[in-house]
């Protein structure tokens, strides 16, 4: 069996309302996926995430790596790409790129194999996977910590019981809209801020201070993914658990993060930080040390299901008689792509999403709804 086609595309969609958070805006949400097709015809989804386009192009580089290849030699296929992109990408949108291949190699070797990509991981401890909503995220509202708060209470009566929130404008502005966020879910729901790195040191301080009464579940991205020296001193004068990893990258970046002992819960994206195949060995890193994962999610069914499929795998430690949950993040913020790009639809149920049961990442591709948002 050889690997006979790989093609990656980018599709957009606008957004009714734009938005933003610490770092930049948003008008419109773009992503790039990649189909990566075996010589008897069947296929494999992924998705990379960044930069859509700018993955594209690294897909592009690499795909004559990849092309003839065994498509069930799925890590020795990793190797050689990352090999490839060494010299040019210890970090950032080649991995990416990586990423995209690897998680539509995975979906292809389960199609291939007839199991689910849980089953190839070693196997799910969970049918169902708890989630938390990621939304709250900042616009021009008049008034917006009602806004903040409507939206809040909203993921509260879907059925959500953890709510993350942007936060990051200034910390006495994030404190109003946090404040008003806890007082419309009350204190049973968990709630969890995300400054996606835009505090200075002790402004990240002086916050973590402020927020403990409304008793915070995890303070994302405080500082700098560079100040790693400030994750780790944060951590010791906080009680709030730390969390962090969106903008790191392979086992060697999240090696540093873990043994600096920056963070509380390691935040790999499956789709930026190498793969199930990279992201599975950070998750057995991480449990070298002590820590959790919670993967980041930001894109379409094909992200997400990756997700669900790697959690559905994960132990959460230290091990005891009644384990909390492992999580993942669900990002409810307005993205057309998102909601109808793949098919089938995940459903909320008691705060939980079923983990696909078909073979490989058990989602598939609506090829005329990707060719009317293709972006050339
Ligand atoms: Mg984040």
């Given at each position: 069996m050889k690997i006979t086609g790989i093609e990656a595309f980018v599709a957009e969609e606008r957004l009714h309302t734009p938005f933003y958070f610490s770092q930049f805006g948003f008008d419109?949400?773009?992503?790039?996926?990649?189909?990566?097709?075996?010589?008897?015809?069947?296929?494999?989804?992924?998705e990379g995430y960044g930069p859509a386009k700018v993955i594209r192009a690294g897909i592009e580089f690499l795909t004559p790596l990849a092309l003839g290849e065994n498509p069930l030699y799925v890590e020795a296929i990793w190797n050689k790409l990352h090999l490839?992109?060494?010299?040019?990408?210890?970090?950032?949108?080649?991995?990416?790129?990586?990423?995209?291949?690897?998680?539509?190699?995975?979906?292809?070797?389960?199609?291939?194999?007839?199991?689910?990509?849980?089953?190839?991981l070693g196997g799910r401890r969970r049918e169902q996977v708890q989630v938390y909503a990621t939304g709250l995220y900042f616009t021009e509202a008049a008034d917006l910590p009602a806004r903040l708060a409507a939206e809040a209470r909203a993921y509260a009566a879907q059925g959500f019981r953890a709510i993350k929130m942007k936060?990051?404008?200034?910390?006495?502005?994030?404190?109003?809209?946090?404040?008003?966020?806890?007082?419309?879910?009350?204190?049973?729901?968990?709630?969890?801020?995300?400054?996606?790195?835009?505090y200075s040191f002790s402004e990240?301080?002086?916050?973590?201070?402020?927020?403990?009464?409304?008793?915070?579940?995890?303070?994302?991205?405080?500082?700098?993914p560079e100040d790693y020296e400030g994750y780790a001193e944060l951590r010791r004068r906080t009680s709030i658990p730390i969390a962090g990893g969106e903008c790191e990258y392979l086992l060697?970046?999240?090696?540093?993060?873990?043994?600096?002992?920056?963070v509380d819960i390691a935040q790999p994206d499956i789709c930026g930080a190498g793969g199930l195949s990279e992201v599975k060995k950070i998750v057995a890193l991480a449990a070298a040390f002590q820590t959790n994962v919670i993967p980041h999610s930001w894109g379409s069914g094909i992200a997400f299901a990756a997700g669900l499929h790697l959690v559905s795998t994960l132990d959460p430690l230290p091990g005891?008689?009644?384990?909390?949950?492992?999580?993942?993040?669900?990002?409810?913020?307005?993205?057309?792509?998102?909601?109808?790009?793949?098919?089938?639809?995940?459903?909320?149920?008691?705060?939980?999403?079923?983990?696909?049961?078909?073979?490989?990442?058990g989602v598939d591709v609506d090829l005329d709804y990707l060719a009317q948002r293709a972006v050339d």
């Open positions: 419109r949400r773009q992503l790039c996926l990649v189909r990566v097709t075996a010589e008897d015809g069947s296929y494999g989804w992924g490839r992109a060494l010299d040019y990408a210890r970090r950032g949108v080649l991995v990416a790129a990586i990423s995209a291949i690897d998680i539509a190699l995975w979906d292809l070797r389960g199609k291939l194999l007839g199991q689910p990509v849980s089953t190839l936060v990051g404008l200034g910390v006495e502005t994030d404190l109003r809209h946090a404040r008003a966020v806890r007082a419309a879910i009350g204190p049973d729901i968990s709630l969890m801020v995300d400054a996606n790195h835009g990240a301080l002086r916050f973590a201070e402020r927020i403990e009464p409304l008793n915070i579940s995890f303070f994302e991205e405080p500082v700098s060697a970046g999240f090696r540093r993060l873990l043994s600096g002992r920056c005891r008689l009644r384990l909390p949950e492992p999580l993942l993040e669900m990002d409810r913020s307005e993205n057309a792509l998102r909601d109808n790009l793949t098919q089938p639809a995940f459903h909320l149920r008691d705060g939980a999403v079923a983990v696909p049961t078909a073979p490989g990442l």
